[in-house]
């Protein structure tokens, strides 16, 4: 299997589709990054093969970068009655090198009565959740989504310390003290 | 991977003429200004460069980073991000993609003399001429709202036995003043700057390629000629060839491509036909290295990463 | 700046088409007017203004000052102490003789954000910083036409500093080619005061010591003033490249070929800016185009020159 380096020539565009680290120049396709080639046939195109260079250790790929509807999962900083301010930490599969901020506004919590939406009553500063990216956002941070099904709190901690279990599509019980905390909790996903 | 033969230079499997620059055509051109092999002081013909030495993988921390040593001159290079940028931009572009921020600092025991911690006008310019030359390859919409840092640190600047040798050569010439030097670290800054980027697993169109060129003029005819890759005896002294030094140009090369990403031009370099010939001869020798130098450097770096045994290294 | 997909797609075919949005050719600029002698405190001053609306204004101030770039700073007491000591090590790697010998050319350039803005205040900022060093770099080099050695006074301790300080007033693009053009003119308008040094070697310890004396009312041009270079600077847009640009087409172009020309036609220093990348044809055409435009705007300039000198003498009568 051959490693390729940036800027190594792969084949031609009408033989393959390129994928992950190759870049298109003209009718050529191009490595982007230092990896070895591989190629997998395409489910819509039947001619042409999907290529894509890897980078084979963790060291050598670059860090992940949010995108728009991409699924991150963040750890909710602060809340306050118009958004919950997020820290995302993992984007996809793979974590992030460098902390990207993100912020749910209340009117993206869910996806009906959005007008009912407390932010306190759907997230709490601590709290796992998994959302999507819906845009780039200002300068400052990503504009993210819970209205989804399996989206929202995946993990919470109570004040008394124990993780909380979700027992609603909107309450958490903390499994110590029996207290019901408000949650926008997100439908467990099968692994 | 066990059957690569890794002294190869692994060609795609459809040919095509991998640059259109090493024609015949150019070939003919350069040959015009041909001097002797013996016109350099290091035996070198006029169009090769220094042997030089480059690894990947130096800086542990870093996201990626590499070191090189050409002559005396030897810099490291460490690549932080894509991370978020902080500071708030108030032209909103930050959607069109990613940017990158450079930093060139000359170790304060680079030179002669020691050198203050306090930035100078000529690290600036280093920095902001690495940046031009670097950003054409870097395919930075697919990073958006996110920054590269590019640190530099400078270890050696100068050899030391310079004023030895000027002195001992016949002529009395004013010696080039520092920040002409400096213009000439710009190259293997380019180099080591596009293999950190490339070992950060940053996504690049091509790797950048720098390479200097000195422009002389003969004393006895009004002629120029020029010489890659000028190590510093021959830009403070009188070449062999009995030229005197009237200028210099750093072209930044993205090898594959065959376009010039960086170009910085200073002192009176005649028309346009001598320059673009030293530009073209900078392209191939660009060219050679990257083939030679760049690839196998990634390449070790590639395999260091994989298995434990570390150590790699490579020399043109 | 922010371009839309439109203005971009308007402005690359215009320019493919040789037609731009404000009725020019490719290769044609728009008109300059060139005023010397402005500001009567100045050793020089030169405003230019184009029919574009980039209105540059550059002031001159001669000074008794130290040799050698980097020995400047120390000189500026101004500094705490550890940043002076610092900054004297520092002249001393830089510092060769012929540096010693020779006076020397400081440019700033000032531009109040407001004056450009589609651009990011920091980035303002930035953009004057990089082209005042452009400007010194080329003037202080031995390429850059002045000559440096007769602004010397005491080899070593004592010469000329000339600071060149523009003033952007207005802008309508293509600013790095004005505010040279501007500080040609000024440079051209220059009086420095006439320096007579006396030598005396002392006969106890042999050391020679000088003095000089600044004389007040007689004073003398600068020289080699005519053989500064003119910058063209080529914005490439899509195919093509365009000399003179509007703030709309310098936003579209992705690479910027800054070409500095001297009296004979010659390039003697280039600098590529921009994100995109040239094909090395392309880039000799670029340069041949830059000496070609450099040609006529030498002699543009000396005419615009030689008016404002015949004025200033009408004046004087």
Known sequence: MAIVTPGERLGLNGEFIASHGTVEIGDHIYAAVVGTVTTTPSESDGERLIIQVVPKSKRNMAASIPEVSSIVTGKVLRVNPRMATLSIMVVGETPCADNFQGVIRVQDVRATERDKVQIYNSFRPGDIVRAEVISLGDSRSYYLSTAKNELGVILATSPAGATMIPISWEEMVCPKTKVVENRKCAKPVDA | MDSVDRKRIHGPDKSVLPLPLLDSQHESVTSKTTLNPSARFDGRTHEEVRPLFARTAMVSQANGSAYIEVGCIKIICAVYGPKQITTKSKSGDHHSGGRISCDVRLAPFAGLKRKGYMKDTNEHSLAKNLATALTPSLLLAHLPKSQIDIHIQILQATAGHVSASSTSSATVLPPPSFATNLSLLLSPCITVASLALADAGIEMMDSVVGCSVGLFRRTDKNSLFWMVDPSEEERETRALGGGVWVGNAVVGVMPSVGRISGLVVDGDVGDVGVLMEAVNVCVDACAKVHDVVVKKALVDGFHAASSPVSGSSSAV | ?317
């Open chain 3, 1 to 317: 700046m922010a371009v839309s997909v439109c203005e971009r797609e308007f402005t690359l075919t215009g320019v493919a088409s040789n037609i731009r949005s404000d009725g020019r050719g490719r290769s044609d600029v728009r008109a300059a007017a060139v005023e010397s002698g402005g500001i009567s405190q100045a050793s020089g001053s030169c405003r230019v203004s184009s029919a574009g609306g980039t209105t540059v204004l550059v002031g001159i101030k001669v000074a008794v000052g130290a040799p050698a770039v980097t020995a400047s700073t120390a000189a500026d007491a101004d500094l705490d102490a550890d940043i002076a000591v610092d900054n004297s090590e520092d002249a001393e790697l830089s510092i060769s003789d012929a540096d010693l010998r020779r006076g020397r050319v400081v440019c700033a350039i000032d531009c109040n954000p407001a004056i450009i803005p589609t651009m990011d205040p920091r980035a303002v900022e930035d953009l004057c910083i990089d082209f005042s060093e452009v400007i010194t770099k080329i003037l202080n080099a031995d390429h850059g036409g002045l000559d440096l050695q007769s602004l010397c006074i005491v080899p070593g301790s004592t010469c000329w500093v000339i600071h060149v300080d523009a003033l952007v007033l207005g802008y309508g693009g293509n600013l790095l080619d004005t505010l040279f053009q501007a500080t040609r003119g000024a440079l051209h308008d220059t009086l420095i005061p006439k320096v007579t040094v006396e030598e005396s070697t002392s006969a106890s310890t042999g050391n020679t010591s000088y003095e000089f004396d600044v004389a007040d009312d007689e004073t003398e041009d600068l020289k080699g003033c005519e053989n500064i270079p003119v910058i063209v600077t080529l914005f490439k847009i899509g195919h093509h490249h365009v000399i003179d640009p509007t703030p709309l087409e310098e936003a579209c172009s992705d690479v910027q070929l800054s070409v500095a020309i001297n009296r004979k036609g010659l390039p003697c220093a280039i600098q590529k800016t921009g994100n995109g990348s040239i094909e090395p044809s392309q880039l000799a055409e670029m340069i041949q185009d830059a000496k070609a435009h450099g040609a006529t705007l030498f002699k543009d300039m000396d005419e615009a020159i030689e008016r404002q000198r015949v004025r200033s003498l009408n004046d004087t009568k």
